[in-house]
């Protein structure tokens, strides 16, 4: 008997749920940001800043073409489809753009500034399979109403990722391709482990050609957003690499990476609100989605203060000077931070009803907002403009994503 789709599974304990799926959460930000402090200190900012430029072009790359979510997206339109037929439809359409986004890799490589293609930065864009093939599965087990599985996967990779990074700290000189190479690493087991998982109960299932196009209709329209949400803090670093150079770069990333982590909770609240709110009466939804954005701003804001006041008081000291105004950015990347995590946990709304134009519209304009305020802020303050840049973004979207949620329910 083929196990079907079914997002409900999840029981009605919201709050139990959402705490574990955090905890799981704050032990792959935890694991992962020691990895970014490690990786940060032993390169320099420089070095940290070719690094993250290189991870950011995989992750680019991947994305174009990934429609992984579609498992998610097929999930609330049609219950009763094979998760099987709905994971390898997914699996089809990420393996064949993965040729497409791999090109778009390697010819983007060589355009910016101070970061010449070698041999080992085509190899690492490979990593882009792994990367689209974790993303397959961890949505299928979340699609499937597997939420443990889905966090314990993700987790795997953070700390496989630490696993990785430690040696290389007590290394005299490690290259950033030392470091590219653990990120590898930990995105594949990461890929491994929900493989295992998704493949020991689903098997794939053969499906006729009219559910694949309904599959890649729906999840067309999530994954824009997807795309677009992930470019908007992606594109900063590029903006900033061509105004600010490879040092600016560094500063950045790295503070993104911290202030990204302090979000990881925010995420597991809105995936569990998922499997909750996908078959529930309006008014119920409702109150659980209000009740899960409370619970993900003040983890987001309690996290963040506390990386603000750490990095204030530790950058210059573990890190080295050039890192010194690390904890202003991550200051002004924290609004922007929870702004996200409440439009996270609005958009489960959207995606209960099937309206999927709300999440790539508020993305669309978060977008068109992250590119003209970089322009007008990063050539006049660097880091701080970029930083500046995103929260106004996130805040834009996270409007969006409110006034269509009031209208709906008014």
């Known amino acids: 008997?083929?196990?079907?789709?079914?997002?409900?599974?999840?029981?009605d304990r919201l709050s139990g749920i959402a705490l574990r799926s955090a905890v799981w959460q704050v032990m792959n930000a935890m694991a992962g940001g020691i990895a970014v402090l490690i990786t940060a200190r032993s390169l320099g900012s420089e070095g940290n800043g070719k690094f993250s430029l290189l991870i950011a072009?995989?992750?680019?790359?991947?994305?174009?073409?990934?429609?992984?979510?579609?498992?998610?997206?097929?999930?609330i339109?049609?219950?009763?489809?094979?998760?099987?037929?709905?994971?390898?439809a997914s699996l089809l359409i990420g393996v064949f753009g993965f040729a497409f986004s791999y090109v778009f890799y390697c010819m983007v490589t060589g355009f910016f500034l101070s970061l010449k293609p070698t041999l080992f930065s085509y190899l690492f864009g490979l990593t882009a399979i792994p990367i689209i093939l974790g993303d397959v599965y961890c949505n299928c087990l979340l699609a499937t109403g597997r939420v443990g599985s889905f966090n314990v996967s993700n987790a795997c990779r953070g700390i496989s990722w630490l696993a990785g990074t430690l040696p290389l700290a007590v290394m005299n000189s490690p290259r950033s391709e030392d470091f590219l190479t653990a990120y590898a690493i930990a995105s594949t087991v990461r890929c491994v482990a929900a493989a295992r998982v998704f493949h020991r109960r689903t098997p794939f299932a053969n499906a006729p050609i009219s559910l694949y196009r309904m599959i890649i209709c729906?999840?067309?329209?999530?994954?824009?957003?997807?795309?677009?949400?992930?470019?908007?803090?992606?594109?900063d670093l590029f903006i900033l690499n061509s105004y600010g150079g490879l040092s600016q770069t560094g500063v950045y990333a790295f503070a993104a990476a911290v202030t990204e982590r302090c979000g990881l909770p925010s995420q597991a609240i809105a995936t569990t609100l998922l499997g909750n709110t996908a078959y529930r009466s309006h008014d119920k939804r409702v109150r659980q989605v209000l009740r899960g954005a409370r619970y993900a701003t003040?983890?987001?804001l309690v996290l963040g203060v506390v990386c603000v006041i750490l990095i204030h008081y530790s950058a210059s000291m573990i890190l080295g000077p050039s890192y010194c105004q690390t904890s202003i950015v991550i200051a002004m990347l924290l609004p922007g931070v929870t702004s996200l995590a409440i439009s996270r946990c609005i958009a489960v709304d959207h995606l209960a009803v099937g309206d999927f134009n709300v999440?790539?519209?508020?993305?669309?304009?978060?977008?068109?907002?992250?590119?003209?305020?970089?322009?007008?802020?990063?050539?006049?303050f660097g880091a701080l403009g970029a930083a500046l840049a995103s929260s106004v973004a996130y805040a834009v979207a996270m409007m969006v994503h409110s006034i269509a949620f009031r209208r709906r329910y008014r």
């Open 218 to 235: 729906n999840g067309l329209k999530l994954h824009c957003s997807t795309i677009m949400n992930f470019l908007n803090y992606r594109l």
């Open 77 to 88: 339109k049609c219950e009763s489809s094979p998760a099987g037929a709905v994971a390898f």
């Open 1 to 11: 008997m083929l196990e079907r789709l079914r997002p409900d599974r999840v029981n």
């Open 359 to 380: 999440s790539a519209r508020a993305a669309g304009i978060g977008l068109i907002t992250t590119i003209g305020a970089d322009l007008l802020f990063i050539p006049k």
């Open 57 to 75: 072009l995989v992750s680019v790359s991947s994305i174009l073409f990934n429609l992984s979510n579609t498992s998610i997206a097929h999930a």
């Open 298 to 300: 003040a983890l987001t």
